[in-house]
């Protein structure tokens, strides 16, 4: 009897393997039932996710501007960017990840509107410290309470998520594992991390970065001094640059909304080149009024762009494990726009920043042929599978992962 228990549970075993095999890169079918209970247990992750993280992310961004504390933020900064890339994509499926990227990095810009709150603090006296120390104080105690809160809000995986019902959490991990695989499971090998080194695909979505965090970098650091060279006085520059802030926050968030539909290439050309226009008219033209307003209209396509591009990168790895590293190696090469910007931004070149307007421009055009460079290949690489299909049945889940986009049910999102 033992036997024949083993062997139908061996039987049963066998045959969940087998349905799981043709599940991997699949969309899978719902009945309405089922679809009532996703939308209630993605409900449930948003409120549960997105603002401890949205929190997180704040803080980061907020802390980055203490001069004192750059190379401490620097090293934080360049595991936590893409680890949150990759954490969301734990969650969530492919189709559902813009959005949510789009709302998380609204923190970004929402930071330069927070940073001016700080100023208060200058207000509040403590002890013999200057004016300016308590900034520095009650700004990192905001932080060290959310990163506090956080160890116990933050949940590792969906199979671990007890604010899900078992229904709702058998449903959400079906569906990622179809769509990405489950985070819990996946592993990164040494494999991987050649595989991932070796894909051309990857260094060319890493390049696409640096246009848009050259931008980044120009607006939050040096954004002020461009601001004075209009002729304005130091503290007016400080807080009129806060405009392309308030700007990007409500275009990062309304984007989480809107073009949702529209290939990801294009909605990436589309504000790149919007954003040349803007930074053309910031530039070369000489009216300070109308050049103020260019730059706060600036922030509409650049803020917009930033989770747009990030998101076109991780939809297309093709499993948590490759993710992972793509998003490291796409933060790594924009974080060299940082390096480059201050050099080209000087007191000895200004008012005019010819170097630095040049080398703008320069990288939005590499921008632009390497977007389209990307579609082409893309659209290219999904009609060879199209008409070349490959049964992998006998593969595990597993061993179908580690094939990560090279999974021939695997489809680029354009």
């Given at each position: 009897m033992d036997n024949l228990g083993k062997k139908e549970r061996g039987s049963q075993s066998s045959l969940r393997d087998q349905k799981d095999k043709y599940d991997v890169n699949k969309v899978i079918a719902l009945t309405t039932e089922e679809e009532s209970i996703i939308k209630k247990a993605r409900r449930k992750i948003d409120i549960r996710i997105l603002p401890i993280m949205y929190l997180l992310y704040l803080s980061g961004a907020m802390d980055r501007s203490n001069v004192g504390a750059a190379m401490v933020n620097g090293l934080v900064e360049s595991g936590f960017t893409p680890g949150m890339i990759t954490y969301?994509?734990?969650w969530y499926t492919r189709e559902e990840l813009g959005p949510r990227m789009s709302v998380m990095f609204s923190a970004l810009p929402a930071s330069g509107i927070v940073n001016l709150l700080y100023g208060a603090f200058v207000l509040i006296r403590v002890g013999n410290l200057a004016p300016y120390q308590p900034i520095f104080i009650f700004g990192g105690m905001i932080t060290f309470i959310v990163a506090i809160a956080s160890i116990f809000v933050i949940k590792d995986y969906p199979e671990r998520a007890k604010f899900l019902t078992s229904t709702e959490q058998s449903l959400v991990i079906k569906r990622i594992n179809a769509s990405q695989g489950s985070a819990e499971k996946s592993r990164i090998t040494i494999r991987t991390i050649l595989g991932t080194i070796l894909d051309w695909k990857v260094w060319v979505f890493a390049l696409l970065n640096l246009?848009?965090?050259?931008?980044?970098?120009?607006?939050?650091?040096?954004?002020?001094?461009?601001?004075?060279?209009?002729?304005?006085?130091?503290?007016?520059?400080?807080?009129?640059?806060?405009l392309v802030s308030?700007?990007?926050?409500?275009?990062a968030i309304a984007f989480a909304f809107l073009f949702q539909s529209t290939p990801y290439f294009i909605r990436v050309l589309t504000l790149d080149i919007l954003s040349v226009g803007c930074f053309a008219v910031v530039a070369y033209t000489r009216n300070k009024v109308l050049r103020l307003v260019f730059i706060s209209i600036l922030g509409i396509p650049l803020y917009a762009a930033i989770p747009t591009a990030m998101s076109w990168m991780s939809v297309n790895a093709g499993s948590t494990q490759k993710r992972a590293l793509k998003s490291a190696?796409?933060?790594?090469?924009?974080s060299v726009a940082g390096i480059i910007s201050p050099y080209l931004f000087t007191t000895a070149t200004a008012p005019e920043y010819t170097s630095g307007y040049a080398f703008a421009f320069g990288l939005y055009g590499v921008s632009v042929v390497l977007t389209l460079l990307l579609a082409f290949s893309l659209n290219r690489m999904n009609k060879n599978k199209d008409m070349n299909p490959q049964d992998v049945s006998h593969l595990s889940p597993e061993e179908q992962r580690a094939m990560h986009d090279y999974h021939p049910n695997f489809r680029y999102m354009l």
């Open positions: 969301l994509g734990y246009s848009r965090s050259y931008i980044l970098y120009v607006m939050g650091f040096v954004g002020p001094s461009i601001i004075k060279s209009f002729g304005f006085s130091s503290a007016t520059s400080t807080f009129l640059s806060s308030i700007t990007g926050t409500v275009s190696l796409f933060v790594m090469i924009g």
